[in-house]
């Protein structure tokens, strides 16, 4: 979790992974830094976020417009499957994730089935609840304004009344369909998971 400033726009964007967080990473570090290259690849970008992310809520932020972008729990998931489990080849990053409950070879049966039993608190940030991302501003009452990821023109148009241009970054270039990963056990399974997502972010089940 946590969040991106751009302090000179008087807007901050909060992470959520695998919604296109590497284009409105992008877009907030270029508002940031004027002169970086736009040459910068996918992994690039979300090292530099990492770097200045702030995980810390202040006060100040309710003077700020603060947004984020959701993504329908069930595709996103498949998403997260397909870039680490099937498609990644560089360091697998889920090498030693909870004593390595997820090996690389894991089917998306058993993928499901395994982060289903593990705590919210504990899930990594890219198959963790969105809404569970988002809480710390809502105790904090922090507005965050949500953009839903099948809107995707809602949120350009957003960002371009802050003179900041959103580019589509790191898209997958292979079609696919996500109900086809779905059996109907690990479908339940998913939609138990994600209850709060679907039911904050109206996604239809």
Known sequence: GGHLLAANKKLFYVRIPKAANTSCAAALL???FQDLPDTLNAYQINW?????LSREIHPYLKNFTGFTVVRHPLQRLVSVYRTFFEQHTDDFIYNGYAFGVLP???SFDEFVFRISRIPDKLKDQHFRPQAS???PYRKKNVPVQVFKLEQIETLQNFLLSFSIKL????QS???YDPQSYYSSATLALARKMYASDFSLFNYDQ
Request: aromatic share 4%; net charge neutral; charged share 30%.
């Open 104 to 106: 690389k070879t894991i």
């Open 173 to 175: 270039r292979i079609p």
């Open 133 to 135: 991302l988002l809480e």
């Open 30 to 32: 270029k508002a940031n």
């Open 167 to 170: 580019e589509h970054l790191n």
């Open 48 to 52: 530099l976020t990492d770097s200045w």
